[in-house]
């Protein structure tokens, strides 16, 4: 094992480098499984016949302690782990992936998630305490590699230093309130992303309608295929070959993750050749079509940089408000089109460039697609404020794991 910790007979005292007011007592050292227990009861589906809340592995989802969801446990083909409110489950299959939660309800739970319950120590400070980076590195020295599972022998005899209960409760209520703020933002980004697809759909099937600065209806929308109105490229066909620094150079990963801080370079002279084929713009929409197909970015910043095959260019001009058309692609009635014209047959799948115009998009007059566009854009600012606010949250918690446990 690479990891190495303190062993039980240590007598070196380690203390948080971040400890409430008032608590100045020494953390005692304890094995794991003098801490909690991962023994629980059998559930057998064959002999249930009333519903039971059974969670699987994808109802936790990665690294956040949000359930997903749930199915009837009765149901299921498999013996099951009992569980009851409170207890702390966590995957062992593929521990990397961080799916841990406390259940908020009595239930069972699939045979890859490990039922912890608090021995010596409180089950909210256990729950905390499987989230630090010193646990999950000690369930990743695991048995397997293609289905790698935490092993429990060596869990519950590595060591932590635990404190006394009454700080255990005070560390695991702060904690819980970061839970909460960052529930609440969690909560926050899937309304306000659930409100925007709802206002899509009601916005391009016309059945919501802007009215002019005289509050008369604008024009009757008209549907064309994209390829009447736009022109579009694909990006390189040969793979190139990549430098240190230089010209970014964009790939599918780039627009699926709407990241393009970070990417590979090419020389100047390859980018000049291949530019002068096709230039990106702002105003220009990056739309993937090889792999993943249909998640489109506006380009609204300058830009300088070239792109692989595997991303469709649409240019922008004056017959259309680039940010109308973005927000266009991604609604239900494009990506219908889309996947009318994908080759699903192909591995991975794409659509061919030439398939991309013969999609139809319903335009209506320019000055109804810049209120459509402004509105939805505004939805999109406050959804990526949110998202940023999530994010400092959840790195605050994580801080937080980092010096409040040994």
């Given amino acids: 094992m690479s990891t190495v910790y303190l062993s039980i007979e240590s007598k070196t005292t380690l203390l948080p480098k971040l400890r409430f007011m008032g608590f100045d007592e020494e953390w005692k050292l304890e094995k794991f499984g003098k801490l909690a227990t991962n023994k629980s009861g059998k559930f057998n589906p064959i002999k249930e016949n009333s519903f039971t809340k059974c969670i699987e592995l994808e109802h936790l989802e990665t690294g956040t302690g949000q359930l997903l969801g749930f199915i009837d446990g009765s149901n299921s083909g498999s013996i099951k782990n009992k569980f009851n409110e409170g207890d702390v489950l966590f995957g062992k299959l593929r521990p990397y992936l961080k799916k841990y939660l406390q259940a908020p309800f009595e239930g069972v739970c699939s045979s890859e998630i490990w039922v912890l319950k608090g021995v010596k120590i409180t089950n909210s400070f256990l729950y905390q305490l499987v989230q630090t980076n010193k ?96 022109k579009y490229y694909d990006g390189t066909h040969q793979t190139p070959n990549y430098v240190e620094t230089g010209i970014p150079f964009y790939s599918v990963e780039h627009v699926t993750a709407d990241q393009f801080t970070k990417s590979k370079y090419i020389s100047k002279e390859v980018f000049e050749k291949e530019n002068k084929r096709v230039k990106l713009e702002k105003g220009d929409i990056l739309m993937t079509r090889i792999g993943d197909i249909g998640t489109s970015r506006l380009i609204d910043w300058d830009i300088k940089a070239s792109f692989y095959v595997s991303l469709a260019l649409i240019k922008q001009n004056e017959k259309y408000n680039s940010t109308f058309l973005n927000q266009y692609i991604s609604s239900v009635y494009f990506q219908k089109e889309l996947w009318a014209n994908t080759i699903h047959v192909a591995f991975p799948k794409k659509i061919n460039l030439g398939e991309i115009g013969k999609c139809k998009i319903k335009f209506p007059s320019l000055p109804e697609q810049q209120k459509i566009a402004n509105f939805l854009s505004s939805i999109d600012t406050k959804i990526e404020s949110t998202r940023q606010q999530l994010n400092q949250t959840q790195s605050f918690k994580k801080g937080l794991l980092q010096q409040l446990f040994v």
């Avoid at 935490?150 to 869990?155: F, M, P, S």
């Avoid at 209960?165 to 933002?185: G, M, T």
């Fill in 135 to 230: 646990f999950i590195d000690i369930a990743n020295q695991s048995s397997g590699s293609k289905m790698p599972r935490a092993d429990w022998n060596v869990v519950e005899n590595c060591v932590f230093t635990i404190p006394t209960l009454p700080e255990q409760q005070k560390i695991a209520s702060f904690l819980s309130a970061v839970d909460e703020k960052i529930q609440q933002l969690t909560r926050k980004k899937k309304m306000l992303e659930k409100y925007k697809k709802g206002v899509m759909q009601q916005l391009f099937s016309g059945k919501l309608r802007f009215k002019n600065e005289n509050g008369n209806d604008y024009a009757d929308w008209e549907e064309k295929k994209l390829g009447d109105v736009a």
